[in-house]
Nanobody, 126 residues
């Protein structure tokens, strides 16, 4: 059974940095797609960054060059390093996974992930 447990998040001023972590269990690293999805109040869930077993990350245009997704296989942990945060990055952030798929496809279709973390709030003040 795939389980995702998130940590990190919190409040920061604009221009600051945060790192989100997601402990992953029950997922084979031979075939997977994992990612970070966010949902702001009153908005649809939005794919932020994804990565797949081919090793090619995908990023939303709004976070490219500011956010970095990475997977530490030895620690079974997915990370999202967020730099130069902006007030519009304020949202609940979820990690998500599927046992197969491509990073770009699921960046655009975040609702199709099968497994979800519990979510964590990120608040960026101006």
């Amino acid at each position: 059974q795939v389980q995702l447990v998130q940590s990190g998040g919190g409040s920061v001023q604009a221009g600051g940095s945060l790192t989100l972590s997601c402990a992953v269990s029950g997922l084979s690293y031979n075939s997977y797609v994992m990612g970070w999805i966010r949902q702001a109040p009153g908005k649809e869930r939005e794919g932020v960054a994804t990565t797949d077993s081919d090793g090619f990350p995908a990023y939303a245009d709004s976070v490219r060059d500011r956010f970095t997704i990475s997977l530490d296989n030895t620690r079974n942990t997915l990370y999202l390093q967020m730099n130069n945060l902006k007030p519009e990055d304020t949202a609940v952030y979820f990690c998500a996974a599927r046992k197969s798929g491509g990073a770009w496809f699921f960046l655009k279709k975040p609702k199709d992930f099968d497994y979800w973390g519990q979510g964590t709030q990120v608040t960026v003040s101006s």
